[in-house]
T-cell receptor, first 116, second 114 residues
Framework: NAGVMQNPRHLVRRRGQEARLRCSPVKGHSHVYWYRQLPEEGLKFMVYLQKENIIDESGMPKERFSAEFPKEGPSILRIQQVVRGDSAAYFC??????????????FGPGTRLTVL | SQQGEEDPQALSIQEGENATMNCSYKTSINNLQWYRQNSGRGLVHLILIRSNEREKHSGRLRVTLDTSKKSSSLLITASRAADTASYFCATASDRGSTLGRLYFGRGTQLTVWP
């Protein structure tokens, strides 16, 4: 069974460009979460999605950031007009149901975004 | 903030010794999970313990949970050099407004010397 897939693994953008990060959850998982990790820090929750629905986006900056999880295809985290402070590792996780049900969240390998 | 905090921040031991890491959190939880992260890599899930459980084992791992003290510990017995990694605890809330998200601490960096 394939685990959570993320691509690209590394992404370099110049200030002002757009970054698109993709996440394919574990097959059969309908819950997707995005987290951001700054160097030497733990992961910070950004957004929680189910198919075609955003359940909780309270951890995501209101400007420049957006996320979707369409009926078909991967989940996308989009960052418009990137700034140097967006440089971080972005991790996607998936679970078969919500974490409150006691499900484990399975993490992908992450996308390391560097903004020049 | 419900964010967990691990203690110590760094731990250095010899192969064969036991490693104990602690985690404290602030609000009520549904479950607590421990993850491992090798440098520059993704997170690997180690173990999940629910709020009504007190202790859980998995191979060389032993996790305890004390909800009255809002703390958990991860014990790795007979450590190996391959256990060198950062270890994070993450809590899952039982509150409706924050269901689904995990709160991570900053992690404990474990180094096991051969």
């Amino acid at each position: 069974n394939a685990g959570v897939m993320q691509n690209p693994r590394h992404l370099v953008r110049r200030r002002g460009q757009e970054a698109r990060l993709r996440c394919s959850p574990v097959k059969g998982h309908s819950h997707v979460y995005w987290y951001r990790q700054l160097p030497e820090e733990g992961l910070k929750f950004m957004v929680y999605l189910q198919k075609e629905n955003i359940i909780d986006e309270s951890g995501m900056p209101k400007e420049r950031f957006s996320a979707e999880f369409p009926k078909e295809g991967p989940s996308i985290l989009r960052i418009q007009q990137v700034v140097r402070g967006d440089s971080a590792a972005y991790f996607c996780a998936s679970s078969p149901s919500g974490s409150w049900a006691g499900d484990t969240q399975y993490f992908g390998p992450g996308t390391r975004l560097t903004v020049l | 903030s419900q964010q967990g905090e691990e203690d110590p921040q760094a731990l250095s031991i010899q192969e064969g010794e036991n490693a104990t890491m602690n985690c404290s959190y602030k609000t009520s939880i549904n479950n607590l999970q421990w993850y491992r992260q090798n440098s520059g890599r993704g997170l690997v899930h180690l173990i999940l313990i629910r709020s009504n459980e007190r202790e859980k084992h998995s191979g060389r791992l032993r996790v305890t949970l004390d909800t009255s003290k809002k703390s958990s510990s991860l014990l790795i017995t007979a450590s190996r050099a391959a256990d060198t990694a950062s270890y994070f605890c993450a809590t899952a809330s039982d509150r409706g407004s924050t269901l689904g998200r995990l709160y991570f601490g900053r992690g404990t960096q474990l180094t096991v010397w051969p």
